[in-house]
């Protein structure tokens, strides 16, 4: 069976409005996922209640994300997911960012692997829920993982997806393919692929190299090419015409829908849009793309990102 496409989440960018832009205008991709819920000092924060209301994600299939640490917020997030309409979740043990590692949370887990079965083991107390795990190989060393697959393999899980880098890393270095490799050969439940997946030539080289995957998840990837799950499902790369014009149509559909969504006026417009070229086109032209950041108004902005697509060859 041919890989499904899932997109990663990532805070700050892959919110209910991009979401939704992305499946009207690209689509590619089975799965669509919120940036992770998290418990906080006053419980939970009321932009991510707003991101994961069933309103806002009802055209595309939007599997919400939780990271916990302990059981008691494991529950407190299944019970909010169950409560909005969900019946799939899916559980961070991957995240490396050092404000979720300290508190235990994420990738930060991984080292202790009695916290990972104790957390887990609240699974079952949520029948009408169907889990999913995405995770690293570990925080310190990749051998940390082995100590989490008996436990992984325990429970009735959807999938896995593993991302094959430690918590460390970041996002920076090589992955590490021999150590996704040796979870391959253990993992007794459906795997998905996530890590540095940025053109059709790579989802073809591990793809192929990992032929049992059920499926890839794209996350940075996806956001710097739009278009990659849709290539990647047609089998064929899209001209640069095709490019172009379902770009624009991208951005004239976020621009739009944050003019309605946001309340500060064109400025918080602005700062919002502007956020997308974090990882927009990475190749673009340098003066272009320092004009579209360096505008001072939407109408500037918009002027400045029409000569952009207009002069970028992809």
């Known amino acids: 069976m ?4 899932h997109f990663a989440p990532l805070q700050g960018y892959t919110d209910a409005i991009y979401r939704e832009a992305h499946a009207q205008v690209f689509g590619g991709v089975e799965s669509y996922y919120t940036p992770f819920i998290r418990i906080e000092k006053d419980g939970f924060r009321n932009k991510d209640l ?3 209301a069933h309103r806002e994600n009802q055209s595309i299939q939007v599997i919400p994300q939780l990271i916990a640490a302990i059981p008691d917020e494991f529950r407190r997030i299944a019970s909010l997911f169950y409560q909005y309409g969900y019946r799939r979740a899916d559980i961070n043990l991957g995240c490396p960012f050092p404000m979720q590692v300290r508190l235990h949370r994420g990738a930060g887990i991984l080292p202790y692997p009695h916290d990972v079965e104790t957390l887990l083991n609240v699974i079952p107390e949520f029948p009408e829920l169907k889990f999913s795990v995405k995770l690293r190989l570990g925080w310190n060393v990749a051998e940390e ?3 989490i697959v008996p436990i992984l393999n325990s ?3 959807v999938h896995v997806t593993l991302h094959p880098r430690i918590g460390i890393q970041q996002y920076k270095g090589i992955v590490d393919l021999d150590g996704f490799s040796r979870f391959y050969e253990s993992c007794s439940h459906p795997l998905f692929y996530n890590g540095d997946l940025n053109t059709l ?3 073809y080289a591990i793809t192929g190299q990992f032929p049992r995957l059920r499926g890839i998840m794209l996350g940075r990837g996806l956001l710097a090419a739009p278009w990659l799950a849709m290539e990647y499902q047609a089998g064929k790369e899209l001209s640069d015409r095709e490019k172009k014009s379902k770009l624009r149509a991208f ?9 309605k969504s946001l309340e500060g006026g ?3 417009i602005l700062a919002r849009m502007k956020t997308l070229w974090d990882y927009m086109l990475p190749d673009v032209d340098k003066k272009l793309h320092k004009k579209v950041i360096k505008s001072k108004t939407l109408l500037e902005y918009k002027d400045a990102v029409r000569i952009l697509i207009d002069n970028t060859i992809f």
């Open 2 to 5: 041919r890989p499904v496409v």
């Open 50 to 52: 707003r991101d994961i």
């Open 145 to 147: 993982i082995q100590a």
């Open 155 to 157: 429970h009735p899980l």
């Open 201 to 203: 030539a790579d989802i």
């Open 251 to 259: 951005h004239a559909l976020l621009a739009e829908e944050y003019g």
């Open 266 to 268: 064109d400025h918080q």
